[in-house]
């Protein structure tokens, strides 16, 4: 099917463009979306020791390069503080290593893509489809909250700060969330409930990879009477 028109954001839009591979394996990739508090880490954790899942956060691997005292590390170290979102192609070179260097086929990517820039370099680049997006939807009350109490000592957990977070996340992210709501991509969860109830619901969405699991790996997956 020729084109005529050269805009490479044509050619990422088309799905099967993405061959999901990396190196030699075939690999599922599942972003994990929601605002800053709204209990993705935790979620994803869960899914990790339940589903078999390699948990990658974009959050932690731009801190890691923040640790390492690179020319890198003391730009992103500085935009975080501003609240302001990291180029494209440093994330996703940290994200594409670490992928490759696991064994896994099967990664959670937390807090990225976080705007239409991210998604479309992101697909383009690693000729990679998300399997679906993974949305926490809870109020900004709530995830301002949890952040204040969490109290880590990280340079992004104060109330300025937070509230900039909240505002990029809203401009940002929400697009992205709806580019994929429009490809039926997008699976929401009520992040304000218990940690325990919102796990039931994650649960739900990835049963499928559980009974890929017990039949593969022979791996026992939790069975909740």
Do not use: W
């Not at 084109?3 to 190196?23: C, I, Q, T, Y």
């Not at 390492?68 to 192609?89: H, L």
Request: net charge negative.
């Amino acid at each position: 099917m020729g084109s005529v028109v050269d805009a490479p954001a044509v050619v990422v839009e088309k799905e099967e463009v993405a061959e999901n591979m990396l190196g030699d394996k075939k690999v599922t990739v599942v972003f994990v979306l929601g605002g800053p508090g709204s209990g993705k880490g935790t979620q994803c954790a869960n899914i990790v020791e339940h589903f078999g899942f390699t948990h990658l956060s974009a959050g932690d691997l731009l801190r890691a390069e923040i640790k390492s005292g690179s020319e890198n590390g003391t730009m992103i170290e500085n935009m975080i503080k501003e609240g302001k979102i990291v180029p494209s192609e440093v994330t996703i070179k940290l994200l594409k290593e670490a992928m490759i260097k696991n064994e896994n086929d099967k990664f959670l990517i937390d807090g990225f893509p976080r705007n239409e820039e991210n998604r479309a370099a992101f697909e383009n680049v690693t000729k990679i489809s998300p399997a679906f997006v993974l949305f926490f939807d809870c109020s900004e009350e709530e995830m301002e909250r949890r952040l204040l109490g969490r109290n880590q000592g990280r340079v992004d957990d104060n109330i300025e700060t937070i509230r900039k977070r909240f505002r990029v996340f809203v401009e940002s992210s929400l697009p992205v969330i709806e580019h994929y709501s429009a490809k039926d991509k997008v699976k929401k969860i009520d992040a304000a409930k218990p940690i325990p109830e919102v796990f039931e619901d994650v649960k739900a969405i990835f049963a499928p990879y559980a009974k890929a699991l017990f039949k593969h790996d022979y791996i026992s997956v939790i069975m909740d009477p």
